[in-house]
């Protein structure tokens, strides 16, 4: 499939990135002559960044093509993302032109984060806001508002690449999260104007405590849980009365004058002015990626939408007449200070794989659940090869033993490259849950793993 970017800053590169990244073709359009770089350099962090939040590799990459004319990025895309600046004459404009050459069953999202759609389609343009949240190759929250049947087309399309579609009920100026930041942003200019915090204590104030919080939770149910047993209701009496007090600012803004700005700005230059903004890039997403993996193994917030995306990527294949089964980006949590992947990811690789062949002979979650399953008595790692943070890993699994209570699995893993860069050979034994004791398998399994074992045979020994 086929998207087409008009605009290519921050945001529009970032929507690139998402949609190549996750095996669609891409056409670019921006007028700016450095936008090819720009969005190179995006698309090179997405590519460090994406692939590590998820424990199966992410599809091919689609082709990327940069255009001169808006006609050639737009013709045949199924999706067209304006992503140009909040000028709305501009977007007008730009409009007029998609509607010229894109189907009429192409959807045509607007990621801007001010307008609404009936302030956007003034001129008769059947657009959406399809608004994102930077970085968008990363975080998956979209705002849509606009044609109930467009946003329900477009929902279903941006699950499709991973991301959480959320659809305004009814169209309001700033739709509904950049209100929130508004609000927070207003106040902040404040405490920094009246001299009461810098940038970076404001920083430090969310990030060390309800940002962690938020992040899980969002708003209401963290204060759920504030009220304790008691739950919302007694949160509500306890700290409703708190609205009448004269805490915030919210109905006043400071005047935007040279000296606030030059304030703020030479706060955030000492704060974090040693960074680079490829950098900082860099870092946030690193950081980003790590929180996201680790909701994800709880499946909560975020990380359900991951866990839930990650099951519709590919898997399987063979190998050397072998299955392959695992696949997947080495993210930058896995090297040490070797700037190699440390060991212990070579064992859980091979872990994971071992659980994928489990499934593939029925030895599934449901099989678990009735109370059998095979535990690991003994792993044997070689180590052949380093590996670096954003290799590719793919792992075959070879039956060396399939009869009984016992299996024996011999793991190989690849780099990128081809290289062989560890194998592990592991010791299972079929245990009942219930007795913690050794058992043969069920007739189903014992079945399926004897056709690998017969067919494995005539392979090579390692």
């Known amino acids: 499939m086929r998207a087409a970017i008009v605009g290519g800053g921050v945001i529009g590169g970032g929507w690139a990135a998402r949609f190549l990244l996750n095996g669609w073709d891409v056409a670019v359009f921006d007028p700016d002559p450095d936008a090819k770089r720009k969005i190179g350099e995006v698309i090179d962090n997405a590519r460090h960044a994406l692939p590590a939040l998820y424990d199966r590799a992410l599809p091919e990459e689609g082709a990327l093509s940069f255009h001169d004319d808006l006609s050639a990025a737009v013709s045949g895309a199924v999706w067209v993302q304006e992503s140009v600046p909040e000028r709305l004459e501009l977007k007008h404009k730009v409009f007029a032109r998609i509607a010229e050459h894109a189907g009429t069953d192409t959807v045509v999202g607007s990621s801007t984060s001010g307008f609404k759609p009936s302030e956007l389609n003034a ?50 100026d700033a739709h509904i999260a950049d209100r929130f930041l508004e609000a927070v942003w207003r106040e902040a200019l404040w405490l920094v104007k009246d001299g009461i915090a810098t940038t970076a204590e404001i920083d430090e104030a969310i990030r060390m405590g309800f940002g962690l919080r938020w992040a899980q939770m969002g708003l209401f149910e963290t204060y759920r849980v504030a009220g304790g047993e008691a739950g919302m209701k007694h949160f509500m009496a306890q700290f409703g009365p708190a609205l009448e007090w004269p805490w915030t600012k919210l109905m006043d803004v400071p005047d935007f004058t040279d000296e606030l700005v030059d304030l703020i700005a030479g706060q955030s230059d000492a704060q974090s002015g040693h960074m680079s903004i490829r950098e900082l890039e860099r870092l946030r997403d690193d950081n980003l990626v790590g929180m996201m993996r680790a909701l994800k193994r709880n499946d909560a917030a975020v990380g359900a939408v991951l866990r839930a995306h990650e099951t519709t990527l590919p898997q399987g294949g063979e190998r050397d007449g072998l299955p392959v089964t695992a696949r997947r980006q080495v993210p930058a949590s896995w090297v040490d200070y070797n700037g190699h992947m440390n060991e212990t990811h070579y064992l859980e690789t091979g872990s994971v794989a071992t659980d994928r062949f489990m499934e593939m002979i029925g030895a599934d979650a449901e099989y678990i659940a009735n109370g059998l399953s095979y535990f690991t ?46 194998t592990v050979n592991s010791m299972l034994l079929h245990v009942d849950l219930g007795t913690r004791k050794s058992c043969p398998p069920g007739q189903a399994v014992a079945r399926k793993l004897a056709e690998y074992t017969t067919a494995h045979a005539a392979l090579p020994k390692p």
């Open 123 to 172: 001129q008769g343009a059947g657009v959406i806001v399809a608004h994102p949240f930077n970085p968008v190759y990363l975080l998956p929250l979209v705002e849509l508002v606009g044609d109930p049947a467009q946003c329900a087309r477009a929902a279903d399309i941006l699950r499709g690449i991973g991301m959480y579609p959320l659809t305004v009920r009814k169209e309001i």
């Open 377 to 422: 008595v003994e792993n044997t790692v070689r180590y052949l090869d380093e590996v670096l943070v954003g290799d590719t890993l793919t792992v075959t699994t070879q039956v060396l033993l399939g009869e009984g209570k016992k299996m024996r699995l011999f793991q190989r893993l690849y780099r990128g490259d081809g290289t062989l860069a560890a």
